[in-house]
Every structure is written in structure tokens, then in C-alpha cells.
């Protein structure tokens, strides 16, 4: 089985490359974030086409997120149970589904701005809601896993350089604190490996040739749970998809299971 997750920064720009890329890979289940569509307008169709159903949790703007299975799709649960909300608005930035014999959260994580801005300390308020929300699938027996954008790196090494974000959000202890408090519920970080260089970068800004000169940073992470990691087979970065005209600023990650 195999499971990805894909900041696409925006379905609809992305919709040839998406289509494309899931025949291509034969991804059996793809965890969007970042759709900037609404649920109306989503590409279900399309997809269906290819054999695909769509959860989806979206209301325009920049945010969305979504669950595209081609094994089944049971128990949709749209939104984070004891979200916080920011300025008074619950965001959609999660979406769970179960799919066949595994079951996912597609979650696209408070970005924070600003570590002095309200939105980082309801980045920090959402993991919290996030890791009481999955605690319960986190400790079962069944394969389950948290895929998408989280918005952290979770060490030095998963930045190009660590002077170049001193004082910034994504690499606070703070912020790292939040996702070690979401491993001790149960899950593990999946390292994917990298298909070129030596560290599995998902993000590269679009300016200042951040990708050529590969000033990545590893954000798109994979949590999963111990009968998730014990099947993990491979797991890697599809950097090809950064590549070209018309690319989202993150790549696939990809995860192959025997389960």
C-alpha cells in the first residue's frame, strides 16, 4: 500500500501535475493540505476518474485539506475535535478518514508567523488539540499515521542552515516541544530518504533559487503509530515534483506499507 502527503499550494493550479503524478506513482492514498478551494469546488470528478474518492474539509482561501483513497474511504471526521479556532474562526486544517486497513489524519498545521503573533501561540494551542485528538488511534492496533504539513522542523539538521532562522518560527523549542509532546502519544517520525543530496527536505521556498541551491527545509512530516511504522517498507521524498513549471514549493512524501 502505498500512502503520501502533499502540500499542493493550491489544488486547482495543481490539478494536471496532481492527476499526472497519482497514475504515474500509484499512490494508493494521497493527504492533502494547503487545497485554497472549497469543497464545491474541489476536483472530485476528476479524480473519480481515476478511480479516487475525495474527504475533503476546505472553505476557500489558504487553507484545506483532504483524503483521496482508492482503497475505500469510511469514517470522515472534518475538523480538529477541540480546535481552538483563530480569531474566532475554526480554520479547516484537518481531516481524517479511514482507508482499507489504515486509517489517516491529513493536517496542515498553523504556520505561527511570527513567534510575538497571536498565530503562533494558537500554532501551539492546535497541537495540543491535535495530539489529545489522536491519542486514542495513536495507541490501537491498527496502522494509523498523521501526514501533511506540519509547519516545524523537527531538528537543526532538517533546515539548510540554522543561523538562517534564528528568531523565526518552524525551529522554536517551543515548537519542537509540541511535536515531541506528539510522539509521546504513541507515534514515530518516518524519515523518508532523499533521491538526491543528503537530507530529505520537503520545502524550498520559491525565491531566491532556493530549490537549485537546495535551501530546504524537512516539514511535511509522516507520525505514525507502531503497527504504521513496523510496516513501513521505504519511504522518500518525490523531489522530481518540485521541478519544473507550474510546481507546488513542497514535494511528495511518499510511504510504502506492507500491511
Known amino acids: 500500500m502505498r500512502i503520501a502527503t502533499w502540500n499542493v499550494n493550491s489544488i486547482t493550479a495543481r490539478l494536471p501535475r496532481l492527476l499526472a503524478w497519482l497514475e504515474s506513482s500509484g499512490t494508493d492514498v494521497l493527504c492533502v493540505q494547503e487545497a485554497k478551494t472549497t469543497e464545491e469546488q474541489f476536483p472530485s470528478d476528476a479524480l473519480r476518474e481515476l478511480g479516487y474518492e475525495s474527504a475533503v474539509h476546505a472553505t476557500g482561501r489558504w487553507n484545506g485539506v483532504a483524503v483521496v483513497s482508492r482503497v475505500g474511504l469510511e469514517d470522515v471526521v472534518k475538523g480538529l475535535p477541540g480546535d481552538p479556532g483563530y480569531e474566532g474562526v475554526q ?145 522518500y521524498v518525490d523531489r522530481e515534483e518540485r521541478k519544473g513549471k507550474g510546481a507546488s514549493d513542497h514535494a511528495p512524501v511518499v510511504v510504502d506499507l506492507e500491511v
Open 91 to 235: 480554520e479547516p486544517r484537518a481531516v481524517s478518514a479511514t482507508c482499507g486497513p489504515v486509517r489517516v489524519w491529513s493536517v496542515y498545521v498553523p504556520n505561527g508567523r511570527e513567534v510575538d503573533h497571536p498565530h503562533y501561540a494558537y500554532k501551539l494551542q492546535w497541537f495540543e488539540a491535535l495530539r489529545a485528538a489522536v491519542a486514542g488511534d495513536a495507541a490501537g492496533d491498527r496502522p494509523f499515521a498523521v501526514l501533511g504539513d506540519y509547519n516545524v522542523a523537527p531538528t537543526d539538521e532538517d533546515v539548510y542552515d540554522r543561523a538562517a532562522f534564528e528568531g523565526s518560527t518552524h525551529v522554536t523549542p517551543a515548537e519542537r516541544a509540541a511535536l515531541a509532546s506528539l510522539r509521546e502519544a504513541g507515534l514515530t517520525d518516518v524519515v523518508p530518504r532523499p533521491l538526491k543530496y543528503d537530507h530529505p527536505y520537503t520545502y524550498w521556498d520559491y525565491r531566491q533559487l532556493c530549490f537549485p541551491k537546495n535551501r530546504g527545509m524537512r516539514i511535511d512530516l509522516v507520525y505514525g503509530n507502531e503497527p504504521f511504522a513496523k510496516a513501513v517498507q521505504d519511504a
